[in-house]
């Protein structure tokens, strides 16, 4: 009984000291902003579908800092690859050599996929990112909506966790979120440096979110 209450007390502890470790780690990326120390290595994550297209008209936006950028896209997505070629293609060469990577993973959830095996599938997505992730070593990861980010972010908290880096999450939720967040917005909405929503009425539910109006 004594050994069990021991393993119990080790278990709780070990448990507190990862969060706590986590908190730190969270509440620690807001005072350094993307980019203040010049290029920023970062992690995009496209979706498929609609959720490629807003990344990619956002990663329009952003300028020659955000240097080199790992695409990381779903195994089973068959157009998000070459919207990421042709948009990198458009670029300055001086811009566009050698500094883009395309990765895939499997897919966390695959649309109608029962919860159950949503949580078998994301643990195998979890077993690819992070070897890309530790690999890569981003100073950001760019996310804005699609369930493949949640391993990726989960990914890029482990090496702040451990001490490796500090890698700065920003999500963007979708334009098409106007009254509730979508369920990767809930769930990495505490976890995240940077949260932006693109309805006042998102701002006003939740205080940590960033409200530029439409910016996709």
Known sequence: MTLLLGFVFALFLTVLLFLLRLYLVVISGS??????????AVLVVAGSGGHTTEIMRLMESLSAAYTPRHYVIADTDRM???????????????????????SRIPRSREVHQSW???????LTALRYSLPLVFRLRPDMVLCNGPGT??????????????????????????????????????????VSDYFFVQWSSLRDKYPKAVFLGRIV
């Open 80 to 102: 998000s690859e070459e919207k990421i070629v042709t948009f990198e293609s458009s670029k300055p060469q001086s811009h566009s050599d050698l500094q883009f990577t395309i």
């Open 31 to 40: 005072n350094q902003p993307p980019g203040a120390r010049g290029h920023v």
């Open 149 to 190: 980010c949640v391993p990726l972010c989960v990914a890029g908290l482990l090496l702040g966790i451990l001490g490796m880096k500090k890698v700065q999450i920003v999500y963007v939720e979708s334009i098409c979120r106007v009254q509730t967040l979508s369920l990767t917005g809930r769930i990495l909405y505490p």
């Open 116 to 122: 159950s095996s949503s949580v078998v599938s994301t």
